[in-house]
Nanobody, 121 residues
Framework: QVQLVETGGGLVQPGGSLRLSCAAS????????MGWYRQAPGKQRELVAR???????DYADSVKGRFTVSRSNAKNAVYLQMNSLKPEDTAVYYC???????????????WGKGTLVTVSS
């Protein structure tokens, strides 16, 4: 069982910044990938950004140049630095990690409970 704790959401004005954090704990041998998804009201959940164990990153086109994903392997944590926030970034942001229990285990995806980010004046 993997537990994820997300922090850092809140209300911010357009153009502002927020930093999300997510820490993983539990039965973890390795974390292959860590990332963030978001879901706005009435929309499907979408990938925002993710980072692999090899530090390769992917970003949604809508956040490139504004958001930065990073990870701390020592802390089993992933971060999302969000700058130049726009009202359309308003959503619940979910942490997602792909972990292995042993070197031979299939990768298992786990989700956080979500943290609300509201961008409004």
């Amino acid at each position: 069982q993997v537990q994820l704790v997300e922090t850092g959401g809140g209300l911010v004005q357009p153009g502002g910044s927020l930093r999300l954090s997510c820490a993983a704990s539990g039965n973890i041998y390795s974390i292959d990938v860590m990332g963030w998804y978001r879901q706005a009201p009435g929309k499907q959940r979408e990938l925002v950004a993710r980072i692999t164990i090899g530090v390769s990153t992917d970003y949604a086109d809508s956040v490139k140049g504004r958001f930065t994903v990073s990870r701390s392997n020592a802390k089993n944590a992933v971060y999302l630095q969000m700058n130049s926030l726009k009202p359309e970034d308003t959503a619940v942001y979910y942490c997602n990690v792909g972990t292995r229990l042993t070197p031979w285990s299939d990768r298992k995806d786990s989700w956080g409970k979500g943290t609300l980010v509201t961008v409004s004046s």
